[in-house]
């Protein structure tokens, strides 16, 4: 899943100015599952804000909606009417979110209130941690199920570098080295042949290169009329 994290309450303070009517909006998938954006926490910021703001001695109107999911037009649509009283829109979906509700409603003021971090899971109560790195070309068939673009601090395709020690990561004792991993699980299935041959040089086309990345699957694509 994408996990965030709330913006700093002043941060947010700051996009939104002087602003007198906001809508928050909270999103009911990805960041509703890791606490940061759902509509318990559009909730908590909005009463947050209009505490904030009579303190500071001007109120503001701030009400919360939350859709099941911010990246899709369907679910917008049916704040249309919320999204044009608001002065300014801050939502609490991943930057996808953001962008989402900007394009869909371009006359509109829409700003971030989370910092969206990474694709991963979460390993314990109140622990995420990252998986994927979204890179467009999965390598997890040959290392295990384990991403060593995701998790090796280097994105080393190969092995690992001569700085692991003791399975963990020079950059920090806290780190599994990935590498460390790969063989581990390889190993133990029997599988350490995979490690023999040399992967070449990622190609990045498949990233970030190549500009904003899209998938079109013809066959869900609707039938244009004449067609």
Known sequence: ????????????KGLLGDAPRVLVVGCGTCVTVCFAGGEKEAGILGSLLRMSAKLDGGPKDVT?????????????DTIRDRVAEADVVLSLGCGVGVQALAERYP?????????TAFMGLPIE????????AACGNCLLGLTGGICPI?????????GPCGGSSNGKC???PEIDCAWQLIYDKLKAQGRLHLLMDINPPKDW???????????????????KEGN
Request: charged letters at 30%; glycine letters at 6%; proline letters at 4%.
């Open 125 to 132: 109560q109140g622990v995420w941690v990252e998986r994927c």
């Open 64 to 76: 919360e909606a939350t859709v099941q999911r911010q990246c899709e037009w369907e679910y917008l």
């Open 150 to 158: 995701a998790r090796c601090s280097k994105q080393l395709l190969n």
């Open 1 to 12: 899943m994408i996990v965030a994290e709330q913006k700093p309450l002043e941060e947010i």
């Open 107 to 115: 006359n509109a003021v829409v700003v971030p209130g989370l910092n």
């Open 205 to 223: 086309r498949t990233s970030r290169d190549g500009g904003p990345r899209k998938i079109v699957r013809e066959d869900l694509r609707l039938v």
């Open 170 to 172: 020079e950059v920090g």
